[in-house]
T-cell receptor, first 115, second 114 residues
Framework: AQSVTQLGSHVSVSEGALVLLRCNYSSSVPPYLFWYVQYPNQGLQLLLKYTTGATLVKGINGFEAEFKKSETSFHLTKPSAHMSDAAEYFCAVSDLYSSASKIIFGSGTRLSIRP | DAGITQSPRYKITETGRQVTLMCHQTWSHSYMFWYRQDLGHGLRLIYYSAAADITDKGEVPDGYVVSRSKTENFPLTLESATRSQTSVYFC?????????????FGPGTRLTVT
């Protein structure tokens, strides 16, 4: 069975500092991997996704994530945090070509930005 | 307005009452989903629908009923609300049913069952 683990329910960084949100997954078959962002009082919005091909995936708002098969990880990074990045971030996994009903979401990481 | 909307945004109800959460999308997406979001659990799928009149259970369907008579609407009904159903409910839609297609989420309904 698939699973996804987000390390750290809350991460706090200073404005301008590196953002690193950790995600590890387990899957017996090649995975699809996703990062979603949820701003306060809003629904989730897709940040980026890995399906096949290049392992470094670039998303919106300057975020990127790297699929590392050997480490079963898909960590989200941004070189320089901005106040507007404060939100909840969810990592998600599904099997390659599987139904959207099989997407498994992590429990989320709340990102706070210190001025 | 174009997009996906949910109503009401906030709802307080009593144990045992029936409550219906509404979801409407204007894209004519074939797939629609209902999730609940609970602290420490992320999002869990309640029900989904591949098209009008086609629905299927997700991970946590017990206590919920859905219908989809029109492509654009996907209401979720709690037939007899319980305190354990206090949660934030999100509706989503997708152009197709495979995971590679992006899901577009509504703003959510915060439901409190007293």
């Amino acid at each position: 069975a698939q699973s996804v683990t987000q390390l750290g329910s809350h991460v706090s960084v200073s404005e301008g500092a590196l953002v690193l949100l950790r995600c590890n997954y387990s899957s017996s078959v090649p995975p699809y991997l996703f990062w979603y962002v949820q701003y306060p009082n809003q629904g989730l919005q897709l940040l980026l996704k890995y399906t096949t091909g290049a392992t470094l995936v670039k998303g919106i708002n300057g975020f990127e994530a790297e699929f590392k098969k050997s480490e079963t990880s898909f960590h989200l990074t941004k070189p320089s945090a901005h106040m507007s990045d404060a939100a909840e971030y969810f990592c998600a996994v599904s099997d390659l070509y599987s139904s959207a009903s099989k997407i498994i979401f992590g429990s989320g990481t709340r990102l706070s930005i210190r001025p | 307005d174009a997009g996906i909307t949910q109503s009401p945004r906030y709802k307080i109800t009593e144990t045992g009452r029936q409550v219906t959460l509404m979801c409407h999308q204007t894209w004519s997406h074939s797939y629609m989903f209902w999730y609940r979001q609970d602290l420490g659990h992320g999002l869990r799928l309640i029900y989904y629908s591949a098209a009008a009149d086609i629905t299927d259970k997700g991970e946590v369907p017990d206590g919920y009923v859905v219908s989809r008579s029109k492509t654009e609407n996907f209401p979720l009904t709690l037939e007899s609300a319980t305190r354990s159903q206090t949660s934030v409910y999100f509706c989503a839609s997708s152009e197709a049913g495979t995971a590679q297609y992006e899901q577009y989420f509504g703003p959510g309904t915060r439901l409190t069952v007293t």
